[in-house]
């Protein structure tokens, strides 16, 4: 049985940092892509970031801007992604995901693996 279990998320001003983990159990973590998306109040699923099992081909979101930097402890069979200078529009459930990676795109739709979500708000 696959479970995502994420952390880190909370209340924040604006400007500030969190961190949130992903603690992923029931496959062999270390040979699969993993992502992480939002979806804020209101709008749809949004990819936030990804990573390939190597910890290569690491892509964001057009609107991380540098602020955000996913990696992963394969040892800890984990996910991270930190995210500084927060904006009030970053407000969202944040997901983590298995997520192949097809050479463009990463596609949790490949696996539907998914963890329960983590809240963030950013507050202005």
């Known amino acids: 049985q696959v479970q995502l279990v994420e952390s880190g998320g909370g209340l924040v001003q604006a400007g500030g940092s969190l961190r949130l983990s992903c603690a992923v159990t029931g496959l062999t973590f270390r040979r699969y892509d993993m992502a992480w998306f939002r979806q804020p109040p209101g709008k749809e699923r949004e990819f936030v970031a990804g990573i390939r099992w190597s910890g290569g081909s690491v892509r964001y979101g057009e609107f991380v801007k540098g602020r955000f930097t996913i990696s992963r402890d394969n040892a800890k069979n984990t996910v991270l992604l930190q995210m500084n200078s927060l904006e009030p529009e970053d407000t969202a459930v944040y997901y983590c995901?298995?997520?192949?990676?097809?050479?463009?795109?990463?596609?949790?739709?490949?696996?539907?693996?998914w963890g329960q979500g983590t809240q963030v708000t950013v507050s202005s």
């Open positions: 995901a298995v997520a192949p990676f097809d050479g463009d795109t990463y596609r949790p739709e490949r696996t539907d693996y």
